[in-house]
């Protein structure tokens, strides 16, 4: 829940179609990439593209 939330903080201020730059971790690496926000029934979700 915490986690949620961290990220609920971060996106504050943010609008649905705006893109973000986020850093995650995969396999114990770090990945970086860019996102584009969407917005389906008031709630904010992160839509990724990753290169391979």
Known sequence: MERQW???EALKGKK???RV???YLR???TNKTT???K???NIFYLRM???K
Do not use: W
């Open 6 to 8: 961290i990220l609920v």
């Open 16 to 18: 649905a179609g705006e």
């Open 21 to 23: 730059k986020v850093k």
């Open 27 to 29: 396999n114990g690496e």
């Open 35 to 37: 996102v584009t926000l």
């Open 39 to 41: 917005k389906s029934k």
């Open 49 to 51: 593209k990753t290169k």
